[in-house]
Structures are given as structure tokens and as C-alpha cells.
């Protein structure tokens, strides 16, 4: 998928949200704990309810890795679950990898050909070498973190260089011109609205995959208001706001409603665009 | 596993050697290329024939990921058989994970309960929210990123800061206070050995672990010359240089030569200690 066809998607449905997967066995209802496969269980009630509102979906790896095997099977069901119900889904592998070049093309080989995500989330701290071998794939996506939502931002992301740019700012800079904006966003968290006006400047046309709205503290508006472009621009991702918004036998229609009630706040700030 | 117990394994063995499996079923030989479990059948032939010459072992997730649910089964299976090899045995995880506080907990879960390993392998792009969780457990490693040892380790780790040290250095100044020597360690690569002098100096006792020996072009003497401390400080990991040493029914026994050859090579800077 190109940004193109990603944003025909969001002018379709009115919605650049994207659910995060963090399915957390301990957080889900008791009628699903007890099941099987209740990761996969969890999340094809989740996405059955919520697919016409959203864009993309982002399992994050660590919640499956947590089960060991089994969990990594229910992650292989759920991207092909994803795909069977809306083809036009986008879909991320949460995985913030990061490895010398040979190791990156079997990360590369495991998100893009053994399963069939969309997009990776990478780490940029090794450099090009490990952001390079995901760019070989054709309609592939990698999402670099840059500025991140978590409060520790500030240990090394937000330190000043000598050149006089702190070092998210390096690293979108020198990213961006490994790939295009059809095969490269950045992770810029909702929590500091200021800096995605700040980093809009510099990175003007690229995707912003933007997590930190919901139990993070984040708002939809202040992340629309600066982060916007003229191609909307922007993922919004919602996690445990979403999928744990119930508790109980009707989960899955209680996080359909909030995904709904946050897209319609998305189609609010798209009627400016086309 | 606390240093004292792993530095009594190094001087017991006479060996500061990590190997590390990255196995890649496209360079197995051709009578293991055809078995079902072949990833765990080369592991296995690996481990028996140069368990006595390590100290450590160091599964690289990106091959056993790339194989989907298979690769993650077998990379539990090589865990346990190593316990079961040789309890004395330190398991490392290279995983490069990070990610902010509530998604490192579940790879800490991952990697410390659902597996057996004693360490994983850590990315410090997001600050102490993501290592802090690995630390919570007992006699349990976290080994950062410091210095890596592929060539664009220069576009973000060696970007010097406006408080004129590299990123790196202050990757290592901060999060040596988060934890001790007996639960941290740092990667630091072997292909720039001038940076291990420097980097002792302000981190005079703790454990480093040495990629970049063997195919990357490192040396056991230069890195044993310029980054041992008083008590050895080094894991030196070699992968490909010793594991597809043979490509033939032998290559398990080649293997176990080029192990032996790299450990009695260890073995005469080990002299001078204790």
C-alpha cells in the first residue's frame, strides 16, 4: 500500500484511527480468559466491532511474545483474521526492532513475508544499516520512532547535539532521506502536542504514526491541530482507551462505540481536506 | 545469575566466550536443511560439540522469528536443552527490544518467564521507562546498546552532544546508575577496540558484551587488550565464524575446533587474572 491508497482509506471512512492490539490476557473479560485461544477470541470480537471505523489495526508483539508460542500463533491468526474482514486494513507489527543489516533482513523476512503486515516499527538507535533492509520491500512501510509518548523521551531522544538539533530531530532528518513518504512515517507521541507543530516544519508531507492519545493523556484535537497536512498526515493510534473500554459480556460492543465516537471527532477534522 | 557466579564460569573455563546462534536455515548444511526441526537439530549439534568451550550462548530472535510459530518453538526448545546441557550456562536473549513501560514488562515477561533466558539485549532509544521493567528481576540482565558494531553505528550513537560526550557515552553514564553491575551490562562492539580504552575508563567494572569478532572483523586480543578489567569484563561473541565454520556432516566437530581454537586463545589473557 502507498500513501496514496492509505489516504483514500481515511477519506472513505471519515477516520485516520488506528487500534492498538496490546491484548493483555489479564485485562480481558472472564467469559474470554477462560477460552482456548482468548488472545485471538479477544481480538476478533474487537476488530469485528470496530473495523468500519478505523484505518489500521497495530498488534503490539510484546503482548503476544508474553504466551510463548501459543501467543505467537493467535498474533499469524490475527493479522490473517485482519486481512479476510477489511483488505483494506492497514496492519503494524508493534515491534520497535533494530538490528545490524543481516539480522534486519529476517526481521524484514519475519513481519513481511512470513506474516503479512502492512509496516514495522523500528528503532533508529543502530542507524541506516538497520532501517535499510525493510525499505526493500515494495508497498512496505517503516515507522521510525523519533519522539516517543512515554515520559523518559527526555534521557536521549530529546538531547541537544552539538549541531544544535536535539536527537529526534537527527534522526528524522537523516531517515528521511533513506525512503520516500510512501515507504517511511515517524512515531511522534500525542503527549507533547508542541513538538509535532515544531517537527511539521521540517518533515512537512511525511505520515506521523502518533500513539499517547487515551490512557496516555493525549487529545485527538491538539494532535489534529498540529499535526495535520494537507494529505491528513496522521495515524492516531488508541489502544487500551479502546479495547478495555468494557469489561464485561458486551466488550466488544461498548470499544465498537468508543472507536465510533473517536472517529467521528476524526471526520470533524477531515471535512477541511478534499 | 549475579557477575561473581558468571566470572567464576570464565576462570572454571578458562573462556570469555559467547556464541551466538543465528541460525539461518539457508546455511545449514544440506542433511540438516531437510529435517522438520531443523533449526533445533543444528542448535543441538552446535551445543553438544562446544558447550565446554563457553561460557555463554546467545540466540539472535530475528532467525527464529523469521521462521513464524516453528522459529519461536525452537528457540524455546534450545533454551530449555541448554539448561539441560549445562546449567551453568548464560542465556542471552538478542532481542533489542524497547518500548515504553507497560509493553516492557511483557517482554520482560517474555523472555524471563515464559522462557528461561538470563539476559536480553536492550535498545536505550526511549529512556529508563523501557529498561526499568527487566530490572525488577532477580539475578536477571539487561545488556544495553551502547556502542554497536556495524558501520552506521556513527549516524546516531557517536553524535556528540551539546554537553560534549557522544550519545553513547551518555547512553552508559545514565543508565549505569539504574541498576548494578550485577544486573547491567552494555554492548560495546569490537570493531572499533580504541573505543572499548575509552569507554572502561568511566565504566571501570561492569560487564561488556562484544559483538563484531569473526565475520565483522574484531579481534579477541584487541579487545581483550583494551577493554578486560580485574575481573575479565567480557563476553566476546562470535556467530557465523564459528557455527558455519563447516558446511558439510562434520559441521558440528569444525564448529567445536573453531570454538576451542577462539577459547584457548582466551585462555592465555585470562592468565593474569585471580
Same mark, same amino acid.
Given at each position: ?10 477519506? $472513505?471512512? *471519515?477516520?485516520?484511527? +488506528?487500534?492498538?492490539?496490546? %491484548? ?6 472472564? &467469559? ?50 485482519? *486481512? ?12 520497535? *526492532? ?104 521540517? +518533515?512537512?508531507? &511525511? ?17 489534529? $491541530?498540529?499535526?495535520?497536512? %494537507?494529505? +491528513? ?6 489502544? *487500551? ?15 465498537? &462505540? ?17
Amino acid at each position: 500500500m502507498n500513501y496514496d491508497e492509505l489516504y483514500s482509506n481515511i477519506i $472513505r471512512k *471519515r477516520s485516520f484511527l +488506528c487500534i492498538g492490539l496490546d %491484548s493483555d490476557p489479564d485485562q480481558f473479560p472472564d &467469559h474470554i480468559k477462560v477460552l482456548d485461544n482468548s488472545i485471538f477470541e479477544f481480538n476478533k470480537a474487537i476488530i469485528d466491532a470496530t473495523a468500519q471505523y478505523v484505518v489500521a489495526y497495530k498488534p503490539n508483539l510484546a503482548f503476544y511474545e508474553a504466551e510463548g508460542v501459543s501467543g505467537w500463533r493467535q498474533l499469524a491468526q490475527t493479522v490473517e483474521y485482519i *486481512r479476510k474482514k477489511d483488505s483494506s486494513i492497514f496492519i503494524i507489527a508493534d515491534a520497535k *526492532r533494530g538490528d545490524i543489516g543481516n539480522t534486519a533482513k529476517m526481521y524484514a523476512k519475519a513481519f513481511f513475508e512470513k506474516m503479512d503486515f502492512d509496516a514495522v516499527t523500528l528503532a533508529p538507535y543502530m542507524g541506516k544499516d538497520s532501517i535499510e533492509p525493510f525499505l526493500q520491500y515494495n508497498g512496505k512501510w517503516s515507522i521510525i520512532l523519533a519522539l516517543t509518548s512515554n515520559s523518559s523521551a527526555t534521557d536521549f531522544e530529546m538531547e541537544q547535539l552539538n549541531s544544535g538539533v536535539p536527537m529526534y530531530r537527527k534522526v528524522i532528518e537523516s531517515s528521511i532521506r533513506w525512503g520516500s513518504r510512501d515507504n517511511i512515517m515517524f512515531v511522534v507521541g500525542a503527549t507533547r502536542p508542541e513538538k509535532l507543530a515544531e517537527i511539521r516544519k521540517y +518533515c512537512p508531507d &511525511h505520515l506521523f504514526l502518533v500513539p499517547g492519545v487515551g490512557t496516555q493523556g493525549g487529545s485527538v484535537a491538539e494532535v489534529a $491541530r498540529y499535526g495535520m497536512n %494537507s494529505s +491528513c498526515g496522521l495515524l492516531v493510534n488508541v489502544s *487500551r482507551k479502546i479495547i478495555f473500554a468494557g469489561q464485561n459480556k458486551d466488550f466488544a460492543s461498548v470499544a465498537g &462505540h468508543k472507536a465510533r465516537q473517536i472517529s467521528l471527532e476524526m471526520s470533524s477534522f477531515l471535512k477541511v481536506l478534499r
